[in-house]
């Protein structure tokens, strides 16, 4: 496999892909559910993942990795990866037409907390206390995020309990696919497990063909088109953000798509975020941001024992 060019250490530069890469996100959420009422989940899926390409061949090509940065070591493991990530898609695409953004998003970030017990089981990750603690803190805020929709009565009450259970199944989803990708880190290159991705999502959301996709309009298709070709944009910025910063200065940035969905959610589709919202997202985020700095000190710690261990000449 051909070695990853290490990069110059820029810390703010990688910050500051990070929240490009945090306000695409949420701005191609936005535009999906602009449209999810008319165009199924399937059928965005397909734009997402086609149009993203795009940005993505364009970048290789202009670092002049576009052989090489395409070949794969092990195809089964791509096409795993593409299943359980265009199902996570899908899932938190369905999400959007009966959540709030903000609460679609606050139940999003279940899915690093997940990742972290499935680490813990299918990959035999040691997983302390500490970890295990935040987790379950994390866990509480999505049963409160979760408790009002999962009470409701009547009709809409019976559509907003769909829709959290399809936000919480992609967040599992979502899960298992970081689960695979780790598996994939180490004889795939990044820019492989991406653009491999994409094309897999685009061939699997043709299978939801006949399940009613719809004619857009032109105003449809140029929201469906932008998302596609934003989110390629934001897969692209966030493999740069780690290329010039430490992961765990950059990841605790995720959590500022709450702010910006917030004032999506309340400018674009007036929607008010509930007390519970806006409580279960925060323990959320303070589960997160505590595992993270959890990691970044075992991380210190770590170099400082090798150092020890390293003979002096």
């Known amino acids: 496999m051909t070695p990853v060019t290490t990069q110059t250490p820029r810390p703010l530069l990688g910050i500051a892909l990070k929240l490009g890469t945090v306000t695409g996100f949420v701005i191609m959420?936005?535009?999906?559910?602009?449209?999810?009422?008319?165009?199924?989940?399937?059928?965005?899926?397909?734009?997402?993942?086609?149009?993203?390409?795009?940005?993505?061949?364009l970048w290789l090509l202009w670092r002049g990795e576009l052989q090489g940065g395409l070949r794969v070591e092990k195809p089964i493991n791509h096409v795993m990866r593409g299943v359980v990530g265009t199902t996570a898609m899908a899932l938190s695409f369905a999400a959007l037409a009966f959540l709030p953004l903000p609460e679609a998003t606050a139940l999003g970030y279940a899915a690093p907390l997940l990742t972290v017990v499935f680490a813990a089981l299918l990959l035999g990750e040691t997983v302390r206390i500490f970890r295990f603690s935040a987790v379950g803190l994390g866990m509480v805020g999505v049963l409160i995020v979760l408790w009002p929709r999962l009470g409701g009565s009547g009709p809409e009450g019976g559509t907003e309990a769909l829709g959290a259970g399809l936000a919480l199944a992609g967040a599992t989803c979502a899960a298992l696919a970081q689960i695979q990708i780790r598996r994939?880190?180490?004889?795939?290159?990044?820019?492989a497990?991406?653009?491999?991705?994409?094309?897999?999502?685009?061939?699997?959301?043709?299978?939801?063909?006949?399940?009613?996709?719809?004619?857009?309009?032109?105003?449809?298709?140029?929201?469906?088109?932008?998302?596609?070709?934003?989110?390629?944009?934001?897969?692209?910025m966030l493999t740069s953000a780690y290329r010039f910063a430490d992961?765990?200065?950059?990841?605790?940035?995720?959590?500022?798509?709450?702010?910006?969905?917030?004032?999506?959610?309340?400018?674009?589709?007036?929607?008010?975020?509930t007390h519970a919202t806006l409580a279960g997202a925060a323990l959320i985020i303070a589960a997160g941001i505590a595992i993270i700095l959890r990691e970044h000190w075992l991380g210190l710690e770590r170099k400082r024992a090798r150092k020890a261990a390293t003979p002096q000449g």
């Not at 994939?184 to 820019?191: D, F, H, I, L």
């Not at 719809?214 to 932008?226: D, N, R, S």
């Open 247 to 273: 992961a765990s200065l950059v990841a605790p940035f995720d959590y500022a798509s709450m702010l910006l969905a917030l004032v999506i959610g309340y400018t674009i589709f007036a929607e008010v975020p």
């Open 29 to 57: 959420q936005a535009l999906i559910k602009s449209v999810s009422d008319r165009v199924p989940p399937g059928e965005a899926v397909f734009f997402r993942s086609f149009f993203g390409i795009v940005p993505i061949l």
């Open 193 to 236: 497990i991406v653009f491999w991705f994409s094309c897999t999502a685009s061939v699997l959301s043709l299978a939801s063909l006949p399940f009613g996709w719809v004619v857009p309009t032109a105003w449809e298709a140029t929201l469906l088109i932008l998302a596609g070709l934003i989110g390629g944009t934001g897969q692209i």
């Open 184 to 191: 994939m880190v180490g004889s795939e290159r990044t820019s």
